[in-house]
């Protein structure tokens, strides 16, 4: 039976790979796409997240929209975090105008009524700021018991993308990123971008992409192909021509655990400190209080990943 699985994204060119992955594996039943604001303002997640749907003609799932600002601090970090994304993302994601529409039910009330009526488990996989899945918890205080597993990108311990020290999905509502890792899921997974970074994929792959002739084949190219060209350009990664498709590695991890090296630890999110707000906190040397609440990823396997991603743009609906 294909594992169930609910993606939470800000679509983005990364969370856009997520999507055809996970609508396109024949291992993978997505039930639902819930949008929050983040690599663009929530309309245009939602826009471009039924673009990718509509393209590879899976306009059957549904699409609910969610949060359009963080749960706290109101007035952080919307516009800063957009214009660092522009060169990664765009904002309107290139490929046609979506006819699909989105549900008429919000993201938080979709979350909740479905893990309410749940009789099979589903796997939930943010990709994007953290708020959704706060407000969910909030909401329906039996939802972090409902949900089997959280299978999250986001964090760093090396080295931060948006500041130093913090990683951009983390970073962007650190109070409900807080509140997720401190909730108590039954199995949290974090894929941050100490594994992220090493799971590049790279311009002979974009054509090998281009050449399949498949929508999400030819998509992908597409998204990627600018990936690469802002990463070249303002984060350059070890390797030139090459760029991470963050969000796409949880997916790849939902279908074969192996694709990442996790160690389970403590991790908590750092809310106030005035340099190190959003940093994912992990006790690599047991030095504080804290149990175990997280399987944090520390190392990818770049060739396991590329090639399931590869055929999986392969497929078409
Ligand atoms: C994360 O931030 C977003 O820009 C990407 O979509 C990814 O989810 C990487 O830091
Ligand atoms: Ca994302």
């Known amino acids: ?58 306009g059957d799932i549904g699409v609910y929209e969610g949060l359009a600002r963080p749960i706290a601090r109101s007035d952080f970090p919307i516009p800063r975090a957009i214009k660092k994304s522009t060169g990664v993302h765009g904002t309107e994601l290139d490929v046609p105008p979506a006819t699909s529409r989105k549900q008429n039910k919000s993201a938080v009330e979709f979350l909740i009524e479905t893990y309410r009526a749940a009789t099979d488990e589903i796997t939930l996989v943010p990709t ?88 999400a084949g030819t998509a992908a190219a597409r998204f990627i192909g600018r990936r690469i060209g802002a990463y070249d350009a303002n984060q350059p990664m070890a390797e030139r021509g090459a760029a991470p498709v963050h969000d796409a590695l949880c997916v790849a991890y939902l279908v074969d655990p192996s694709v990442i090296t996790t160690r389970f630890l403590h991790v908590a999110v750092e809310t106030q400190g005035a340099l190190t707000v959003g940093r994912t906190v992990v006790d690599t040397h047991f030095r504080g209080e804290g149990k175990p609440n997280c399987h944090f990823a520390f190392g990818a396997d770049r060739a396991k990943f590329v090639a399931m991603m590869l055929e999986t743009l392969r497929r078409t609906a």
């Open 128 to 215: 994007g700021p953290l708020s959704n899945i706060a407000a969910a918890l909030a909401l329906d205080p039996k939802f972090v018991e409902r949900v089997p597993e959280l299978v999250l990108m986001g964090g760093a311990h090396d080295h931060g993308n948006v500041t130093p020290s913090a990683e951009m999905n983390i970073w962007a509502d650190p109070d409900a990123s807080a509140s997720v890792f401190a909730a108590g899921f039954r199995k949290l997974v974090c894929v941050p971008l100490d594994a992220t970074h090493q799971a590049l994929v790279s311009r002979a792959n974009v054509l090998e992409m281009e050449a399949m002739g498949t929508p």
């Open 1 to 58: 039976m294909p594992r169930k699985l609910i993606l939470d994204v800000d679509t983005g060119t990364d969370d856009a790979v997520a999507i055809m992955m996970a609508a396109l594996h024949p291992d993978l039943e997505l039930i639902g796409v819930t949008t929050v604001n983040g690599n663009v303002v929530v309309e245009h997640c939602t826009d471009n997240s039924l673009r990718v749907l509509d393209f590879i003609g899976r």
